[in-house]
T-cell receptor, first 115, second 114 residues
Framework: AQKITQTQPGMFVQEKEAVTLDCTYD???????LFWYKQPSSGEMIFLIY??????QNATEGRYSLNFQKARKSANLVISASQLGDSAMYFC????????????FGTGTSLTVIP | DAGVIQSPRHEVTEMGQEVTLRCKPI?????LFWYRQTMMRGLELLIY????????DSGMPEDRFSAKMPNASFSTLKIQPSEPRDSAVYFC????????????FGPGTRLTVL
């Protein structure tokens, strides 16, 4: 079975500091993709970053990076130089290629950036 | 290029009424997903389609819910009759079958059943 676990319901970070949001996953598939989404208070789901299971380098997109540790089945999101606009819910998701195109989402982490 | 379009953005209805939510996926995307999001249950997959064919509807809560995709550019999610516990934000998302392709979400429909 495919499963995504986010154990931090809420996180606080000081503005300009870095923060790590945890995500662990469970799958028996060898080929899968990991995604992070941001959901601000306005409600839309915004795609942030993608990591493929065969990618040897950690993905980076601007201030976002994904700390991918395959053996530990973790895909933590690192946000550097936090900004007030980063305050939002963050969801980790996985798509396992051998189980079709279904995405599995975690329960989310609420991040608050403190000025 | 337009993103996923959902209508209406907000719907307020009374218990027992029929509700129809609409979605237009991104052109060229062959997968379409319907999700429901609540504080209590988080983001739940209701049903998804591939090339207009329902693939997995195991997340549809009960027979009051039905979804159709008559063509590649349109899908509906219908609730009949609606109940207060159906109040939630309903998202539609679409993507292509490419390993690196993310899902693209619509803005959501906020449904309130009184």
């Amino acid at each position: 079975a495919q499963k995504i676990t986010q154990t931090q319901p809420g996180m606080f970070v000081q503005e300009k500091e870095a923060v790590t949001l945890d995500c662990t996953y469970d799958t028996s598939d060898q080929s899968y993709g990991l995604f992070w989404y941001k959901q601000p208070s306005s409600g839309e789901m915004i795609f942030l970053i993608y990591q493929g299971s065969y990618d040897e380098q950690n993905a980076t997109e601007g201030r976002y990076s994904l700390n991918f540790q395959k053996a530990r089945k973790s895909a933590n999101l690192v946000i550097s130089a936090s900004q007030l606009g980063d305050s939002a819910m963050y969801f980790c998701a996985m798509r396992a290629t051998n189980t079709g195109n279904q995405f599995y989402f975690g329960t989310g982490t609420s991040l608050t950036v403190i000025p | 290029d337009a993103g996923v379009i959902q209508s209406p953005r907000h719907e307020v209805t009374e218990m027992g009424q029929e509700v129809t939510l609409r979605c237009k996926p991104i052109s060229g995307h062959d997968y379409l997903f319907w999700y429901r999001q609540t504080m209590m249950r988080g983001l739940e997959l209701l049903i998804y389609f591939n090339n207009n064919v329902p693939i997995d509807d195991s997340g549809m809560p009960e027979d009051r819910f039905s979804a159709k995709m008559p063509n590649a550019s349109f899908s509906t999610l219908k609730i009949q009759p609606s109940e207060p516990r159906d109040s939630a934000v309903y998202f539609c998302a679409s993507n292509r079958l490419a390993s690196t392709d993310t899902q693209y979400f619509g803005p959501g429909t906020r449904l309130t059943v009184l």
